[in-house]
C-alpha cells in the first residue's frame, strides 16, 4: 500500500478504513483481527444508516487523529455536528448509567471516549474561528446490542442504531447551509487530520475474504 499524505477530501475515506486496514495488515488467525473485523462491521452498519440521511448533511469516516486515535464517524447537518462513537457488541447487553459503560460486566470508557472526541472537533471549529457551532457527542449502539440506559449522560446522545437518523433530524436548526458548508470544507481539509492513506481499489475485497476466514472465531465470541 502507498502512503500518500492524505486524500483530496477526507470525505473519500470508507467507513471502518483504519480498522480494515489494521485487520488486514495482521495474522487472521489472530484474535485481534477478528476483534477488528466484528468493530468494522458495526462501524459500517451505522455508515449504511447515516447514508440515509437526506440532502445537507456530510458524513466523514474513520478521520484518523493527528496524535492517535480514529473517529469512527462525524455527521455535519443543519442540526449540529455530531462525532459518533460506534458501540458494537452484538449478542451483548450495554448498560449506561451516567459516564459509566458497562458491557459483560466490564466497564468501558465508551462515554468518556465519546466526549473527548466532541472536544477535539469542537477545539478545531473554534481555532478556526469559525463561531459558535455546537458539537454533541453521540453514542450509538450497533445492531444486536442490547442497550439499556440507566442513567442519560449529561450532553451525550446515546441512541440505538434504528433510532439515530430521527434523532439527529428532530433536533432543532441551528446551522445555516453556508455554516454547514464552512463545518464541510474545514473537516475535508487533510492538513487537520493525521497520516492517512488512499483505500486500495480491492480493500473491500480482501476484506470480505478475511470477514470469512475469521468467521468461526466470532461466531465462538457470540456464542459465550
Do not use: N
Not at 43 to 61: C, S, T, Y
Amino acid at each position: 500500500m502507498t502512503t500518500t499524505t492524505a486524500p483530496i477530501r477526507m470525505r473519500d475515506r470508507i467507513p471502518a478504513q483504519t480498522l480494515i486496514e489494521e485487520a488486514l495488515a495482521g495474522e487472521p488467525a489472530e484474535g485481534a483481527a477478528a476483534a477488528r473485523c466484528r468493530a468494522a462491521e458495526g462501524q459500517r452498519q451505522i455508515a449504511g444508516e447515516l447514508a440515509l440521511l437526506p440532502a445537507g448533511w456530510i458524513v466523514f469516516h474513520s478521520l484518523p487523529l493527528p496524535t492517535e486515535g480514529v473517529l469512527d464517524h462525524v455527521v455535519v447537518g443543519p442540526t449540529g455536528v455530531f462525532p459518533v462513537v460506534v458501540a458494537h457488541h452484538p449478542g451483548r447487553r450495554m448498560t449506561v448509567a451516567g459516564r459509566v459503560v458497562t458491557v459483560a460486566g466490564t466497564r468501558l470508557p465508551t462515554v468518556l471516549g465519546a466526549e473527548a472526541d466532541a472536544d477535539r472537533v469542537g477545539r478545531l471549529l473554534a481555532a478556526q474561528h469559525l463561531g459558535v457551532v455546537p458539537v454533541q457527542p453521540v453514542v450509538v449502539a450497533g445492531a444486536g446490542t442490547r442497550l439499556k440506559v440507566a442513567e442519560r449522560p449529561r450532553g451525550v446522545l446515546v441512541v440505538a442504531a434504528e433510532q439515530l437518523r430521527a434523532r439527529l433530524l428532530e433536533k432543532p436548526v441551528v446551522l445555516a447551509a453556508d455554516e454547514v458548508a464552512s463545518v464541510v470544507r474545514l473537516l475535508d481539509a487533510p492538513e487537520y487530520w493525521g497520516p492517512t492513506a488512499d483505500a486500495q481499489p480491492d480493500l473491500l475485497q480482501r476484506f470480505a475474504e478475511l470477514e470469512t476466514r475469521t468467521q468461526p472465531r466470532r461466531l465462538r465470541f457470540l456464542s459465550r
